[in-house]
């Protein structure tokens, strides 16, 4: 079955450490992964996605098929990152995401 | 339009009633998903259309959920005799492609149900 596990619910941290969420997934094949941010009253939007390499407003992620794991990373936190992230996992034919239970990250001044 | 459309933005309906949630995605864009959010929980998929072609219906969770999208276009999401385990924020998001592409997701800003 599929499935996206976030263990942390809330990730605390001061304006300029490092972050990093947590994210495994359970897929027998070759799954895509994605991270959705929803910040303070917006909505749900794309923040990056594996296929891509890319590193968008500093965060970087790198699927880690032997772990299962797609952890969201950014060297220095700052205020405006403060947001509820989602981990996703699309697999196989199926065009649906299935979604984590999110992380809200707090960025302390 | 701008983008994904929900409406209307907050309902409150009493046990047994039956609503309706309407969804206007982005023109032009052929996927369209409903997505049921608990309070602390993240977005559970419902259903899945390609165009008017209803593909996937697997997360609907009983038969008193329906989705229709007649014309490929607006769709929307029926819940019969709400209980008030139904009551959820339903989002719905739209894509431009299918296949690959198909994770880049738009969301609307969701409708709150609240069953009393």
């Known amino acids: 079955a599929q499935r996206v596990t976030q263990p942390e619910k809330l990730l605390s941290v001061f304006k300029g450490a490092p972050v990093e969420l947590k994210c495994n997934y359970s897929?027998?094949?070759?799954?895509?992964l994605f991270w959705y941010v929803q910040y303070s009253r917006q909505r749900l939007q794309l923040l990056l996605r594996h296929i891509s390499r890319e590193s968008i407003k500093g965060f970087t992620a790198d699927l880690n098929k032997g772990e299962t794991s797609f952890h969201l990373k950014k060297p220095f936190a700052q205020e405006e990152d403060s947001a509820m992230y989602y981990c996703?996992?699309?697999?196989?034919?199926?065009?649906?995401?299935?979604f984590g239970t999110g992380t809200l990250l707090a960025v302390q001044p | 339009g701008a983008g994904v459309s929900q409406s209307p933005r907050y309902k409150v309906a009493k046990r047994g009633q039956d609503v309706a949630l309407r969804c206007d995605p982005i023109?032009?864009?052929?996927?369209l998903f409903w997505y049921q959010q608990a309070l602390g929980q993240g977005p559970e998929f419902l259903t899945y259309?390609?165009?008017?072609?209803?593909?996937?219906k697997s997360g609907l969770p009983s038969d008193r959920f329906f989705a229709e999208r007649p014309e490929g276009s607006v769709s929307t999401l029926k819940i019969q005799r709400t209980q008030q385990e139904d009551s959820a924020v339903y989002l719905c998001?739209?894509?431009?492609?299918?296949?690959?592409?198909?994770?880049?997701?738009?969301f609307g800003s969701g409708t709150q149900l609240s069953v009393l």
């Open positions: 897929y027998s094949g070759s799954p895509e």
């Open positions: 023109s032009g864009h052929v996927s």
């Open positions: 259309f390609q165009n008017e072609a209803q593909l996937d």
């Open positions: 996703a996992l699309r697999g196989g034919a199926t065009n649906k995401l299935i």
């Open positions: 998001a739209s894509s431009l492609a299918t296949g690959g592409g198909a994770g880049k997701l738009f």
